[in-house]
């Protein structure tokens, strides 16, 4: 799909077992990531899937640099263009950015400042990396906001966001991320808040700025539906860490981590017959323990071992993919393992 | 814009008739007869009756109430029983004072209350923050006339840096138009009777600005704090904005919301509540005044005073609203 854009060895993007610990005053420090490690190439689509609390936003935070200084603790090592951003200055991040990374997040309500209109909003970012005057970066906003399917973009740009349905207001965001043509766009969940049918239609317009601007893409989601229509390889988290990771068709074909396993049938099935149940993924995530004692999955997983509880498993190369579980759902994988 | 305006005065109207008929009833219903406030405990009967038939209090009161609401219609207020000065006239003396003390307190209090608040939300839970925190607890804490005291008897008194009281130096020759004396001041050039007025407001200034200035950096903290945690702020740090356009255009315009309708509140409440201020640094204004017509049953006074304030309070309270449509779209009105 991709192809002719992945000639560059080097990844665009590269995170090695990035770690993030919540320890606010008077509480326990919280793991929210634990040794996440995943690739994403110049161009290439990528996708983070896991179900809520598994800690998928506080990765995209952490690669942005939007985590709060105090009270957090980040180690490990997020690679951009072959340097570390994790040991950037605050200003040197801030110059990146908007302009070489910039996000989409989840809920257009309240991403969108209340009392400032919409086209200042989109424009600014245009002034602030590309040094425009306010009335070029005007103009500019207008297209843009033409691109993202916004009707009468000249009207609308003098607009506040209260005047806008929720996918207009997303379509701003994502005119917004991708104003200064990014080489990384970092979408969060960016149509869980909008209605089934406004999902489609903003989903479009995203795939189609992505692919006009080049972008590589970093798509959380826990809809594998988007997932599947959108991604070139695509990780698996559970409980702040990457658990299996490969290409889309193989993760589809043949899912190896028993939670994706679980991911995959809980999707209801076009093909499958009426009133048949749906296979939700036993237990719930609450029933997490933490990685120190074994597999966080174990007291939900199909597969347990022994072994699940006594070691912790660790992400290896798997054959076709990268996988962390002792008990794979096919034998082939786990051979391939030992 | 100019009908929402022309409407909201409207509505002052039976506002302020209303208000007119409680005051009516109110400075009646004070114990003790007017008359004899006025002439003193031993005056005779008869100057007593004499006085009561000239102003009419032995009419009926509904009778007393109509003949001052036809009077007020035509502007007249009627004029004090103790100094038979016309209300409005002495009004326009002494509001002024109040006017210029009131604003010279508030402008105290905006001008350090929102930028330290904003810095107190900054460094939450830092020492800067606890500074502030513990400071505006003590000013909202200390007793106005305390502090009014204490002010005029360390910079006054004791270092002579500013003066002691009244609002200009009788030694300076000064124009007065419109008893705006800082501004009579300018309007008239006398560059030195408005430096010497402004001089004056200093310490009582000070004195009358220390609680709003405390509530109004607790309010902008705390609204700071909130806005500060707004996805709005996370999508500009996410644009890569610099950090001061993002406190000037994202931040401070959202926090301030809260701000300005405290700011009106705390404006009326120094009008009114500029009396203690006013008496230690004899300053002039309505509240002394006004504090002398109770203890002497000045109905027209207590009457007329008390209307005009209640005026200005429906005005501040309209500024704020329009202010309020400024910074934010969604009141704002079409
Ligand atoms: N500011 C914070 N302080 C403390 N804990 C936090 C903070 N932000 C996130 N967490 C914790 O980190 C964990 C991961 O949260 P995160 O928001 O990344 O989940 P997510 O995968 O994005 O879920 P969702 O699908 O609901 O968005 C959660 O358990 C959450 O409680
Ligand atoms: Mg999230």
């Known amino acids: ?108 309500m309240t991403s969108l400042n209340p009392v400032i209109p919409i086209g200042i909003q989109v424009a600014e970012i245009i002034q602030r990396h590309f040094n425009a005057s306010k009335s070029a970066a005007l103009e500019r906003t207008e297209e843009l906001l033409a691109r993202v399917g916004i009707p009468d973009p000249r009207r609308r740009l003098g607009e506040y966001p209260h005047q806008l349905s929720g996918g207009m207001r997303q379509r701003v965001l994502i005119a917004m991320a991708l104003a200064c043509e990014p080489r990384l766009l970092i979408a969060d969940e960016p149509t869980t808040a909008l209605d089934v049918t406004i999902q489609a239609q903003v989903l479009e317009v995203l795939k189609k700025l992505v692919a006009d601007t080049d972008a590589a893409l970093l798509m959380i989601t826990h809809d ?51 009133g048949a149940p749906l296979r939700p993924i036993p237990g719930s995530p609450t029933q997490v323990l933490p990685w120190s004692e074994g597999c966080a999955f174990a007291p939900r997983c199909g597969n347990r071992t022994e072994e699940c509880t006594a070691r912790t498993p660790d992400l290896d190369p798997a054959g076709d993919r990268h996988l962390r579980c002792f008990n794979p759902l096919s034998r082939t994988a786990a051979e391939a393992r030992r | 814009m100019l009908r929402f305006v022309l409407k909201r005065i409207a509505l002052m109207v039976p506002v302020l008739l209303g208000l007119s008929v409680l005051l009516f009833a109110w400075v009646r219903a004070l114990p003790g007869d007017p008359a004899r406030a006025l002439l003193g405990e031993r005056a005779n009967p008869e100057s007593i009756a004499r006085v009561t038939e000239r102003y009419g209090f032995d009419e009926p009161l509904l009778e007393q109430y109509l003949r001052y609401l036809g009077a007020l219609v035509t502007g007249d207020f009627g004029s004090s029983i103790r ?92 124009t007065h138009l419109t008893n705006f004396y800082v501004l009579d001041g300018l309007l008239t050039r006398e560059w030195d009777a408005a430096w010497d007025a402004m001089v004056h407001l200093v310490l009582p200034g000070l004195a009358l600005g220390t609680i709003p200035l405390a509530i109004i950096a607790r309010i902008t903290r705390a609204s700071v704090a909130e806005v500060l945690n707004e996805d709005y702020v996370r999508t500009a740090e996410s644009k890569g904005l610099t950090r001061r356009l993002i406190s000037r255009r994202h931040v401070l315009r959202n926090a301030l919301l809260p701000v300005v309708t405290t700011i009106g509140l705390q404006a009326g409440l120094l009008l009114s509540g500029a009396v203690l201020t006013e008496t230690v640094f004899a300053f002039n204004g309505m509240g002394e005044y006004l504090f002398d017509a109770i203890g002497q049953r000045d109905y027209p006074v207590l009457q007329g005073f008390i209307l005009f304030i209640a005026l200005i309070y429906a005005l501040i309270n309209l500024l704020v609203d329009l202010a309020y449509g400024l910074i934010d779209p969604r009141v704002r009105v079409s």
Not at chain 2, 128 to 144: E, Q
């Open chain 2, 83 to 174: 100094t038979g000065q016309s209300v409005t006239e002495s009004f326009l003396e002494r509001f002024p004072a109040t006017v210029e003390l009131a604003l010279a307190a508030l402008l105290f209090a905006v001008l350090v209350g929102i930028p330290v608040g904003y810095l107190a939300a900054r460094h939450q839970g830092r020492p800067l923050d606890t500074i502030v925190m513990s400071g505006s607890l003590l000013g909202v804490a200390t007793p106005v006339f305390f502090l009014a005291i204490l002010l005029k008897l360390v910079f006054a008194d004791w270092l002579h840096w500013l003066p002691t009281s009244l609002r200009q130096d009788a030694r300076i020759d000064a």
């Open chain 1, 1 to 108: 799909m991709n192809a002719g854009r992945r000639d560059n060895d080097q990844p665009l993007l590269s995170v090695r077992n990035l770690a993030v610990t919540f320890q606010l005053r008077g509480q326990h420090a919280a793991k929210a990531v634990d040794d996440v490690s995943f690739d994403i190439r110049a161009g290439q689509h990528v996708g983070l899937v896991g179900e809520s609390g598994s800690g998928k936003s506080v990765t995209s935070l952490a690669i942005m640099g939007l985590l709060p200084r105090r009270g957090v603790r980040v180690s490990g090592e997020v690679m951009f263009d072959g340097t570390n951003l994790l040991s950037k200055s605050r200003g040197e991040m801030s110059a990146l950015r908007g302009r070489d990374i910039s996000m989409v997040f989840q809920d257009p």
């Open chain 1, 224 to 274: 594998l539906g988007i997932v599947a229509g959108l991604c070139d390889t695509v990780n698996v988290m559970y409980a702040g860490r990457v658990v299996e990771s490969a290409t889309r068709e193989r993760l589809f074909a043949q899912p190896q981590h028993p939670y994706t396993g679980g991911l995959l049938e809980s999707i209801p099935k076009l093909d499958s017959p009426r």
